[in-house]
């Protein structure tokens, strides 16, 4: 039975999630905005993330079979737009925690479910998770036969893994104070000698997934871990994907995520993450209307009737919304096919990326349609609109951009012979 309603259940969590945004996040960008770079502006969002880990929310990135409160989902992806729309900052350092964790979650043994997940199910203090798999030469081709593949290496000597390279744009992975998160899934090529990839080996072979907390950090010699830089950027101004360098860090070799399944993990764990990065994006467009909408409704710009019942106005309004609801549709279809199964496994990644690539490249120019209603008023500075569209900007670049990576995975579902369009529809 096709259904497009929530139940009573989600109902209630979208009530207290937007409850949630008004009286813990609404006042968090009048406070870390006023810094002028992005390391302090990531500092400042420690009380509000505090709170949010108070009420829940980064245990809910955990499913409930491993001690966790998420039931489904799409509650995931309701939660993502109601408080995405609020503050982007603080919700990607969650929404970057539970990417962190779903390599763990996918993959770990029973024992390492026990004791890794542990911090993050308490509710109580600070604790941030990282993938950390991007590198500053980029990773979109990866796993290509015959190419360089991960810049960052690891060896084998004695009990430890011992890892050389360099990670960016890896949400939350050097913690609050440049020290490590409290898990970070470090992906890393085996290389005995450091040296490139041979081009004949099967790239995915070669990956292993280190679990890195903490406490490994702290146990390393002085220089072994190193926060290099917080680059600024022009959204998600309080965000952190710093650039970080391992130089012969040692990881215990117990510490392996999925020996010899690595990759398969990793490309897992981002397919669930481009479904929910498609939410995030209609969190933002969501934003940009209803400021927009409100606009339309009380201002008239001198005229004889409110802006809404202009048809120029109203048309762009009803573009936006278009978008807004087709984006929100495509992404509860990917999670709830994977949830109950729905297609084969290829079909419901196709599901995923597309919720991924359409709804972040409708954001750009849903907020654009927005502004254009508004006029000028919404190229100050202190309207929402800049920050809207500065946000929405990135999600076609990041989670695996769109060009060089999401459609080039539609592209390989394509190309196989045995491919079927329509799998996932029942």
Known sequence: MIGFSLTEKQKALREESGRVGREILSPARAIYSQYSDQESRF??????????????FVKAQVPTALGGSNESFIDGA?????LYAVDSSIMLHVLGTGLGLMPLILGGTPEQ???????FLTCDGDPLASLTHSEPGGTANWLEKGGKGLETTVRKEGDYYIVNG?????????????????????????????????????P?????????????????DPGAYQKIEEPNLMGHIAASGPLTRYTNFKVPVTDVLSPGNGASVIERAFSMSAALAGAMAVGTMRAAFEAALKFAREDSRRGTVPVIERQSAADLLINAKLK?????????????????????????????LQAK???SDQAVAAVWETMQLVGITSYRTDSDFPRLLNDAAVFSLFDGGNIGVR??????????????????LW
């Open 43 to 56: 500092q400042a969002t420690i009380p509000f993330y505090q709170k949010l880990v108070k009420a829940g």
């Open 78 to 82: 309701i939660v993502a737009e109601e």
């Open 113 to 119: 479910h026990k004791r890794f997940l542990a911090p």
């Open 166 to 202: 360099n990670k960016l744009w890896t949400t939350n992975s050097a913690g609050w104070d440049g020290k490590g998160a409290a898990l970070s899934c470090l992906c890393c090529r085996y290389s005995e000698d450091g040296g490139p990839q041979d081009p004949q080996d099967d």
């Open 204 to 220: 995915a072979s070669n990956i292993i997934v280190l679990l890195v907390t903490r406490d490994t950090v702290a146990q390393n």
């Open 324 to 352: 807004i609801d087709t984006s929100r549709i495509l992404v509860w279809k990917a999670l709830d096919g994977v949830e109950k199964g729905t297609g084969d496994d290829r079909s419901r990644y196709e599901a995923c």
């Open 357 to 359: 690539v359409y709804c």
């Open 407 to 424: 459609r080039r995975q539609l592209q390989r579902l394509m190309q196989a012979e045995d491919y079927k369009p329509w799998a996932s």
